[in-house]
């Protein structure tokens, strides 16, 4: 949930810390960029890791990492300071227990029909936090201030990730080959589509979220919503991320993945019709449904390309390898398109084109797994 709340952190950083930091939404962005960044980009690495058998390993040593960071975070005092302890310290850390923790689901679900609503199941977790943290942090700042705010969200991340050390299990047994960065798997034309669609849509799927506050502050001139905003559109995402899942276990995670791409780039081109604060959460609660929804069906879909289930770490690894590398611009280039602006349209046209865009590449990747498959649902 820390990637589904930085909204939170993007305007704190913005307005309210010391100027220190106080670098712009341009530079500010780039911090909860290089989480998003590093977060799928050490699938590259986990991913295969979790195959041959190291589950333990890598949520001993990225929550670690992640408690660490946090902790130093609340020490830091410049700019540069922020970004390694919150940017690359975060992401490093999320990055080692993300792909693990997802392909322990191939393991313990891989041949039921309740796989796809474990995913669902799962990506719920970040929802969650997305309600929780933001409402704590607007408690905590002003209560405690920055710092022991920023020790508290430590500890609480310390408990998630000892259960998770110790929760966490795989079935299988472990690849005795190690294959770290393995082109082979484009080989899948259809998988290679999958990807390139899932990477153009995650230049923009969560610039609602994370630019959300810095609107409601900035053109509505709004200051007690702007946080609300962020825990209504991840509260929402929650049935985004079950009832949609459910229904693919019908209809197939790729179908449903590739449909609520196309809503949620449609519905990015209309994030600026809301002219009062009460449009704008209602905005925020819809397309969580459809944002949760994207988020939790693009890692079964990229699963369901594994042949086997100890392969599903590979697969997924590699297509959150590629995507991460379309995260990095994303956030940072809709927030130059805003910066000193109080209209958002042309960032909300760049992240229309760039969700709806993803869409359109999915449709072909639907088409050809479904021949590959032989049925539509896929």
């Known amino acids: 949930g820390m990637t589904n709340s930085f909204g939170v952190f993007q305007e704190y950083y913005t307005t309210t810390h010391p100027p220190t930091i106080s670098s712009g939404a341009t530079a500010i962005s780039w911090i909860g960029t290089i989480q998003f960044w590093l977060c799928p980009l050490l699938g590259c690495i986990s991913g295969p890791l979790f195959d041959a058998g190291y589950l333990k390993s890598l949520v001993g040593v990225g929550g670690a990492l992640y408690v660490f960071s946090l902790m130093m975070t609340s020490l830091a005092k410049e700019y540069y300071q922020f970004l390694l302890a919150h940017g690359f310290g975060v992401g490093i ?86 294959a770290l960065l393995s082109p082979s798997v484009f080989r899948n034309k259809a998988y290679t589509v999958y990807v390139m669609g899932a990477g153009l849509g995650s230049l923009a799927i969560f610039y609602a979220y994370v630019l959300g506050p810095h609107n409601i502050r900035q053109v509505l001139r709004q200051v007690a919503a702007d946080t609300n905003s962020v825990a209504i559109g991840n509260g929402c995402s929650i049935f985004g991320r079950i009832i949609p899942l459910i229904i693919a276990q019908k209809v197939g995670t790729i179908n449903m993945f590739t449909l609520f791409a196309l809503i949620s780039g449609t519905m990015l081109f209309l994030w ?107």
């Not at 997802?102 to 977790?125: D, I, N, P």
């Not at 408990?159 to 299988?172: K, M, Y």
Request: aromatic share 14%.
């Open 93 to 178: 850390g999320m990055g080692l227990i993300f792909s693990p923790s997802v392909s322990t689901l191939s393991h313990h679900f891989g041949r039921s029909r309740w796989r796809t609503l474990a995913y669902g199941c799962q990506a719920t977790g970040s929802s969650l936090a997305g309600i929780i943290v933001p409402v704590l942090l607007r408690q905590l700042f002003p209560a405690v201030g920055f710092a022991w705010a920023m020790r508290i969200l430590g500890f609480i991340v310390l408990v998630i990730v000892t259960c998770a050390f110790f929760f966490l299990s795989r079935v299988h047994p472990p690849r005795k080959e190690l």
């Open 272 to 378: 600026t019709t809301a002219r009062t604060v009460e449009g704008f959460l209602i905005y925020e609660a819809f397309y969580g449904v459809a944002s949760g929804a994207y988020a939790a069906s693009l890692n079964p879909g990229a699963a369901s390309f594994a042949p086997e289930p100890n392969q599903s770490g590979l697969y997924l690894g590699m297509c959150f390898f590629t995507t991460a590398w379309f995260w990095l611009p994303g956030t940072p280039a809709t927030a130059a398109l805003i910066q000193g602006k109080t209209d958002y349209l042309p960032a909300s046209i760049f992240c229309g084109c760039a969700v709806l865009g993803g869409g359109m590449i999915l449709i072909g990747a639907r088409f050809m797994r479904a021949k590959q498959l032989g049925s539509k649902w896929v």
